[in-house]
C-alpha cells in the first residue's frame, strides 16, 4: 500500500492486473484440485465393484456433470458474496463520513501516522481528503477496511472458470476406461495417468503460491491416492 497520490493510478493499474491473474488461478486450482481427486476416487471405487467400463464411464461423466456444476454455483456465490459485502460496507462508510466526520478524521490521520508522517501533515492530508467524500470513502475501505472493490462481473466468470477446470480435471482419471476394456486395467492406466497429472497440478500450484514446488507435488499426489485407495476398498468390502 502506497498512499502517495503520485504513483497510485501507476500501482492501482498493475495492483488490478496481479489480482486479475491470482484469481484466474484460484478458480482453476479450486476446480482442478477437485477435479482430478473426486472422479478418480468415484472410478476407483466403481472398478473394485462393477465389471463394466461402461458403467464407470456412465457415472464418472454424471459426476463431473453434477460435480462441475456444484463447484461453478459456488464460485458463483462466493463471488456474489463478495460484492455484497463490499457494497454493504461502502454504504455504511457514506454513513460515517457524514455523521461521525471527525471521527474518520482521526482514522485517516492514524492511518498516515503508522508511517511516520508528522502530526501537522495528517491533519493537512486529513482537511484535504474530507475535501472531496467520494476519494475519502475510497481511501477508507481501502486502507482502514483492507477493501478492493471487486469486479461485479467476478462471479459469472469464477463460475466459469471454476467449472470448467473440475470438467478437465475430472476427465483425465476417466479417460483411461475409454481405451481399456475391463475397469481393473482402466484403473491401472488411470492411476498412472492421474498420479502424474496430479504431481505435475500439484507442483505448479505450489510453485504459483510461493510453496516448494516438489513438496507440494508430492503432496497434492497422497492426498488423490489415499482418497482413490479408501474409495476402492471400501467398494470391494461392499461388493
Known amino acids: 500500500m502506497h498512499p502517495h497520490p503520485s504513483g497510485h493510478g501507476h500501482h492501482g493499474h498493475h495492483q488490478e492486473t496481479h489480482f486479475t491473474q491470482s484469481d484466474l488461478i484460484r478458480d482453476i486450482v479450486i476446480g482442478m484440485a477437485d477435479g482430478l481427486t473426486v472422479p478418480f476416487a468415484l472410478a476407483a471405487g466403481l472398478s473394485g465393484a462393477v465389471d463394466s467400463n461402461a458403467i464407470v464411464i456412465t457415472a464418472g461423466l454424471a459426476e463431473i456433470c453434477a460435480g462441475s456444476i456444484?463447484?461453478?454455483?459456488?464460485?458463483?456465490?462466493?463471488?456474489?458474496t463478495e460484492v455484497e459485502h463490499?457494497?454493504?460496507?461502502?454504504?455504511?462508510?457514506?454513513?460515517?463520513?457524514?455523521?461521525?466526520?471527525?471521527?474518520?478524521?482521526?482514522?485517516?490521520?492514524?492511518?498516515?501516522?503508522?508511517?511516520?508522517?508528522?502530526?501537522?501533515?495528517?491533519?493537512?492530508?486529513?482537511?484535504?481528503?474530507?475535501?472531496?467524500?467520494?476519494?475519502?470513502?475510497?481511501?477508507?475501505?481501502?486502507?482502514?477496511?483492507?477493501?478492493?472493490?471487486?469486479?461485479?462481473?467476478?462471479?459469472?466468470?469464477?463460475?466459469?472458470?471454476?467449472?470448467?477446470?473440475?470438467?478437465?480435471?475430472?476427465?483425465?482419471?476417466?479417460?483411461?476406461?475409454?481405451?481399456?476394456?475391463?475397469?481393473?486395467?482402466?484403473?491401472?492406466?488411470?492411476?498412472l495417468i492421474t498420479i502424474i497429472c496430479l504431481f505435475i497440478f500439484g507442483y505448479y500450484k505450489s510453485k504459483f503460491t510461493g510453496q516448494p514446488p516438489v513438496k507440494g507435488g508430492i503432496r497434492t499426489t497422497i492426498i488423490g491416492i489415499i482418497a482413490?485407495?479408501?474409495?476402492?476398498g471400501i467398494a470391494r468390502l461392499i461388493s
Open 70 to 80: 456444484a463447484m461453478g454455483l459456488g464460485g458463483y456465490l462466493a463471488g456474489q
Open 86 to 191: 463490499y457494497n454493504s460496507e461502502l454504504k455504511r462508510e457514506y454513513y460515517e463520513v457524514k455523521h461521525f466526520y471527525e471521527k474518520e478524521k482521526e482514522e485517516v490521520r492514524e492511518v498516515f501516522a503508522q508511517y511516520g508522517l508528522s502530526e501537522k501533515t495528517q491533519q493537512l492530508i486529513a482537511d484535504e481528503m474530507a475535501k472531496d467524500e467520494d476519494k475519502w470513502v475510497e481511501f477508507m475501505m481501502r486502507y482502514e477496511l483492507g477493501l478492493e472493490k471487486p469486479d461485479e462481473k467476478r462471479a459469472g466468470k469464477s463460475a466459469l472458470n471454476i467449472g470448467l477446470s473440475y470438467i478437465v480435471g475430472g476427465v483425465v482419471p476417466l479417460s483411461a476406461y475409454f481405451f481399456t476394456e475391463h475397469p481393473q486395467e482402466g484403473l491401472l492406466y488411470s492411476s
Open 228 to 232: 482413490a485407495g479408501a474409495a476402492f
